[in-house]
């Protein structure tokens, strides 16, 4: 079980990394509220189907799906805010979100342990789907859609960027434990400043 968290914990801040340089160009192009309604919902089938997962495999691709969403959530939801509020309410706006992200590490593994230990570790997952049901709901009633652009995904920087931020991020995640001078994470951050830096010259040749 250990082994499964760390590999799926890997999992997640990979996802953060690959995804959050794509999710700027579908909430410009597709409709910021509309990717985000989305974004919940893939985290919310990839939380309901981890909790059926029904062998090592199931469970890891199902852990991708929610990392998909999760991924996405976060950099939506700081856009969101800062398109909806205007600069007095902002840093208020602001601030009242940061609170679950505070409260959140302290309550989190204090359920999450109770939920084992009294239930099922399945229920880790099932209580993600009536909060983000309510998240879904409210924001598609409560938020407006903003205005999109038309433009050309660039490939080849989303393809540099993810990969250069998503092992940046793998390795200054798993440094501490895996050792900083280990081949796997010299091998991350080779590639995260290889790939960043030619990120960086196709952007200004």
């Not at 029904?54 to 398109?83: D, T």
């Not at 924001?139 to 859609?145: A, H, K, N, V």
Request: glycine residues 8%.
């Amino acid at each position: 079980m250990i082994l499964i968290w760390c590999n799926t914990s890997s999992l997640r801040i990979w996802s953060i990394g690959l995804f959050e340089p794509i999710t700027a160009y579908l909430a410009d192009t597709r409709g910021m509220n509309k990717i985000y309604i989305i974004s919940l919902l893939t985290f919310m089938l990839g939380s309901m189907l981890y909790a059926l997962s029904w062998n090592i495999e199931s469970l890891i691709v199902f852990r991708i799906m929610q990392a998909v969403g999760g991924g996405m959530i976060m950099p939506l939801a700081l856009s969101i805010i800062e398109k909806t509020f205007d600069k007095k309410k902002l840093s208020l706006a602001m601030g009242l979100m940061g609170i679950p992200l505070l409260i959140a590490p302290a309550m989190g593994p204090t359920m999450g342990g109770y939920l084992v230990e009294h239930l099922s570790w399945r229920w880790i997952f099932w209580i993600n789907l009536p909060i983000g049901c309510l998240a879904a709901y409210f924001s598609y009633t409560l938020i407006r859609e903003f205005e999109t652009v038309k433009k050309r995904l660039d490939v080849w920087g989303f393809i540099l960027s993810a990969i250069g931020f998503a092992a940046l991020l793998l390795a200054i995640s798993n440094g501490a434990t895996e050792g900083w001078t280990s081949a796997s994470i010299v091998f991350l951050f080779i590639l995260s400043g290889f790939s960043l830096l030619s990120f960086f010259n196709c952007r200004n040749p």
